[in-house]
């Protein structure tokens, strides 16, 4: 089964970043390019399939923290993971105590989002009740 991972940023140089990033994984990618689109997406995608969310802070229309709390409280299994240009330690604080998977900060290196990304999915996988 291909793992499905959403990317939610207003950078289509950003999303297509991390999209190379993570292309030997073998991960499907939706893109977003805003909290808005990500969750008219989220509702045309099966969520069931959906692995893990990738998601900016700021963002016109909805922004990411407006989306970050609309999908963990809609789909609290999905894991998200915070990507962030403009880094601050009491959001960070914030989104993790809310529930957020990760804090990363732009650039991220191409190891450490694999690596964080494989770690949602497997997470996603065992409270899911889809094995590893």
Known sequence: ???KIMIVDDEEEIRRTIKRQLKDTGYEIIEASNGEEAIRLIGVENVLIL???????RMPKINGVEAIAHFR???P?????VLT??????LAAKFIKDGAFEYLVKPVEKEK???VV????KQHHLFSGGGA
């Open 1 to 3: 089964m291909k793992h």
């Open 51 to 57: 692995d893990a969310i990738i998601c900016d802070i």
């Open 73 to 75: 409280k809609e789909y």
């Open 77 to 81: 299994s999905i894991p998200v993971i």
């Open 85 to 90: 240009g403009f880094p601050d330690v009491s």
């Open 113 to 115: 989002l694999v690596e």
């Open 118 to 121: 494989a770690k949602a999915v």
